[in-house]
């Protein structure tokens, strides 16, 4: 078994050589000062695009939250494109003031489809200056469209924001993805915005120009994972990608296994798919000396196929020892360090997110603390579903959302401690 303990220790060894940078990453989160963003000049003229299938619970929520953007109202239009769907969405966005269309095809399935759809009816009839991606369970704070806009006026024709949630105290499962896109924003997007690199796009509330539309040849962006697709796009063309930390966003994070895993899965397999159109030009990127593309790089490829390595070695050690081969406690206990290594790690990252934006996070203190110690435990479910990404062939389906909150109840979901925080 020295042999695979050998191979387990160069697997970690390489995790951490491909992800040792997100440790400066963490350094320059906790202490670079954020630049300090100008107003935006509230000029703009900005369109909404909201993807909806079978939302009728939660989008009039997200509806009147636009309405109430501290923007021109005259400068803001909502568009939603109810897709497939078949209970009252249309009804409802058309009531809270956003202008619908239908789309019914069953064959091009997924919110890229979706959205080329609602862009390719948009621009025929208006011109607008930049377009907003909002999924229909997310809830805008008040300065969201006005903080995005400042970075946008900055130069960046990409602009991703803040990304909280509503129930980050559900339970575990709901938490871990809390915390991780906590963690993105002031760790990753808010450490590359301030090393001058890019930022990365990650799945709703984002801003994008009419001029990087035009350039990227319109919306084309149909894989998977799209909101990557779109990152590594622009990335490889040399756009660099803004972060608005002030812009802040709440959405509703799965709470079943189940569900989980069936969406972490196609995230996943997104990944390769990107890195199987992208992979060479990011490659080329990396030997002109973009550190963006490199960055690229390691967010979507290197994770899955060293966990599948590390899981064919280790499966095949198992059937080897159960055979009489080899020593079973010993692979047990190499497996065993391997994990306790990757716990740790995972546990210090989210320590770290956890008790820095505490004043962000809206559950009890109990439930803070709980799910900081299991939020590896979430992470490390990841291992199994990369592994069976590599083989597996997941389909786009739609996450049912069900919590209808308004920006109050979601700040009023915490003790004391938080609320006067």
């Known amino acids: 078994m020295r042999t695979v303990e050998t ?12 992800y040792s940078y997100q440790f400066v990453y963490l350094a320059i989160g906790l202490f670079a000062k954020p630049k300090k963003t100008e107003a935006a000049a509230l000029r703009r003229r900005i369109a909404v695009l909201i993807a909806a299938r079978n939302e009728e619970a939660v989008i009039g929520q997200l509806l009147d939250s636009v309405r109430a953007q501290n923007y ?15 209970d009252a969405t249309a009804v409802i966005a058309r009531a809270h003031g956003a202008e619908v269309f239908a789309r019914q095809d069953t064959r091009h399935v997924g919110k890229g489809y979706a959205l080329q759809f609602l862009l390719d009816r948009i621009r025929e009839r208006r011109h607008y200056d930049a377009y907003l991606v909002l999924d229909a369970d997310n809830i805008l704070d008040p300065n969201f469209v006005r903080e995005i806009t400042a ?12 990304r909280n949630s509503k129930n980050y105290g559900d339970n575990w499962i709901s938490a871990g993805y809390a915390l991780w896109f906590l963690r993105e924003a002031r760790y990753l997007n808010g450490a590359r915005m301030a090393a001058g690199s890019s930022c990365a796009v990650s799945g709703t509330g984002f801003l994008f120009s009419d001029e990087v539309l035009r350039k990227c040849g319109g919306w084309h962006f149909f894989l998977l994972t799209e909101d990557i697709e779109f990152t590594i796009d622009n990335v490889v063309r040399d756009v660099k990608i803004g972060y608005a ?3 802040v966003l709440y959405d509703e994070q799965p709470t079943l296994f189940r569900q989980s895993w069936r969406q972490r899965m196609r995230w996943s397999k997104g990944y390769l798919q990107v890195f199987g159109k992208y992979g060479g030009k990011l490659i080329r990127g990396i030997l002109r000396g973009s550190f963006s593309c490199y960055d690229m790089a390691m967010n979507i490829m290197p994770a899955a196929i060293l966990t599948g390595a590390s899981a064919v070695i280790n499966l095949g050690a198992a059937v080897y020892a159960f055979a009489g081969g080899g020593s079973l406690p010993a692979l047990g206990l ?17 320590a770290v997110t956890t008790v820095t934006e505490w004043r962000n996070i809206h559950c009890s203190t109990g439930k803070k603390i709980l799910y900081a110690f299991t939020f590896p435990l979430f992470m490390l479910t990841y291992l199994p579903i990369c592994a069976a990404s590599l083989f597996a062939r997941p389909e786009w389906k739609p996450i049912q959302h069900r919590r209808s909150m308004t920006l109050d109840q979601i700040r009023a979901t915490a003790l004391p401690d938080s609320r006067s925080a």
């Open 334 to 350: 190499s497996v065993l360090q391997t994990l306790g290594s990757l716990y740790l790690t995972l546990f210090l990252l989210g």
């Open 7 to 18: 191979i387990n220790a160069i697997i970690m060894a390489l995790f951490f050589l491909c």
């Open 151 to 162: 970075v946008h006026d900055q130069g960046y024709g990409v602009v991703t924001c803040y």
């Open 72 to 86: 021109p109202p005259e400068l803001l239009d909502a568009y939603v494109v109810a897709d497939n769907c078949t």
């Open 245 to 247: 930390r002030n812009a």
